[in-house]
């Protein structure tokens, strides 16, 4: 199931309703944990979170626990930031799952990129600016080469680059070595919908004003002409208490 960018209210009716039906729910990271006051008082809810540098509940465990607790007859959800199927490893559990032949549903949720372009008023298509859109991730699997990022540079006509920002040097210089010019407008966008912070800039530019802003994890980086119309098509307050708790900030 995906839990959505960050705000509880992008959350799906469908979602919503699986979660107050749950007898367990396996929650990640970047799911909001507001969302887990939907489900009963007798549900069980365990964090299974991933982030980077920091100890984390191992792939092969998470299979095991939802496994087990399936087995034991409990309905169980698996609530992962954003779309489980966009870079939230949703496809690997539920191979695991059909192996126990253990029956699943799909949830889709609204992934971090598309929600953070949007409440920072980029939109990633346009008809004159932006016919294709890649999403890619900055993030270098264990034991694989480097990412070649001068492939990217022509690759689509927006680019949204998930868990680049520690990345950020080297996927501008990449980009740039491929040949896209260092003055193609770039953003970056911290805590999508939640407490978005972002930023505009230029793929040369990025990693210093990332580095000024004091900007980090989690956060998606967004590449393209239409980046630009951001300042047009902006419909949040350089301040704005979305929900109690919620703000979302320009600079």
Same mark, same amino acid.
């Given at each position: 199931?995906?839990?959505?960018?960050?705000?509880?209210?992008?959350?799906?009716?469908?979602?919503?309703?699986?979660?107050?039906?749950?007898?367990?729910?396996?929650?990640?990271? *970047?799911a909001?944990? %507001?969302?887990?006051?939907? &489900?009963? +008082?007798?549900? /069980?809810? !365990?964090?299974?979170? @991933?982030? $980077?540098?920091?100890?984390?509940?191992?792939? *092969?465990?998470i299979? %095991?626990?939802l496994?087990? &607790?399936? +087995?034991?007859? /409990?309905? !169980?959800?698996?609530? @992962?930031? $954003?779309?489980?199927?966009?870079?939230?490893?949703?496809?690997?559990?539920?191979?695991?799952?059909? &192996?126990?032949?253990?029956?699943?549903?799909?949830?889709?949720?609204?992934?971090?990129?598309?929600?953070?372009a949007?409440?920072?008023?980029?939109?990633?298509?346009?008809?004159?600016?932006?016919?294709s859109?890649?999403?890619?991730?900055g993030?270098q699997?264990?034991?694989?080469?480097?990412?070649?990022w001068?492939?990217?540079?022509?690759a689509?006509?927006?680019?949204?680059?998930?868990?680049?920002?520690?990345?950020?040097?080297?996927?501008?210089?990449?980009?740039?070595?491929?040949g896209?010019?260092?003055?193609?407008?770039?953003?970056?966008?911290?805590?999508?919908?939640?407490?978005?912070?972002q930023?505009?800039?230029?793929?040369?530019?990025?990693p210093?004003?990332?580095?000024?802003a004091?900007?980090?994890?989690?956060?998606?980086?967004?590449?393209?002409?239409?980046?630009?119309?951001?300042d047009?098509?902006?419909?949040?307050?350089e301040?704005?208490?979305?929900?109690?708790?919620?703000?979302?900030?320009?600079?």
């Amino acid at each position: 199931m995906g839990a959505g960018p960050g705000d509880p209210d992008l959350l799906t009716l469908r979602a919503a309703r699986r979660l107050e039906a749950a007898d367990c729910i396996f929650y990640d990271a *970047l799911a909001n944990p %507001e969302i887990l006051s939907l &489900a009963p +008082k007798r549900c /069980q809810c !365990v964090d299974v979170g @991933k982030r $980077g540098g920091q100890p984390s509940t191992s792939q *092969l465990l998470i299979h %095991e626990r939802l496994i087990r &607790a399936a +087995k034991q007859g /409990q309905r !169980v959800v698996r609530l @992962k930031g $954003g779309d489980p199927f966009l870079f939230g490893r949703g496809s690997e559990e539920c191979l695991a799952l059909r &192996a126990a032949g253990i029956d699943y549903e799909i949830v889709p949720g609204i992934t971090s990129g598309m929600g953070a372009a949007a409440y920072a008023g980029i939109p990633l298509t346009h008809r004159q600016l932006s016919r294709s859109v890649l999403f890619c991730t900055g993030q270098q699997a264990r034991n694989s080469a480097a990412i070649d990022w001068t492939r990217y540079a022509h690759a689509a006509d927006t680019l949204v680059i998930y868990m680049g920002i520690a990345r950020v040097a080297s996927i501008s210089e990449g980009l740039i070595a491929g040949g896209l010019p260092a003055t193609t407008p770039a953003a970056a966008i911290q805590w999508a919908t939640l407490e978005q912070r972002q930023l505009r800039s230029t793929v040369g530019e990025l990693p210093a004003a990332i580095q000024r802003a004091g900007l980090g994890s989690p956060a998606v980086l967004i590449v393209g002409a239409v980046v630009e119309l951001g300042d047009l098509l902006s419909w949040l307050p350089e301040t704005s208490a979305l929900t109690p708790g919620h703000r979302a900030t320009r600079q």
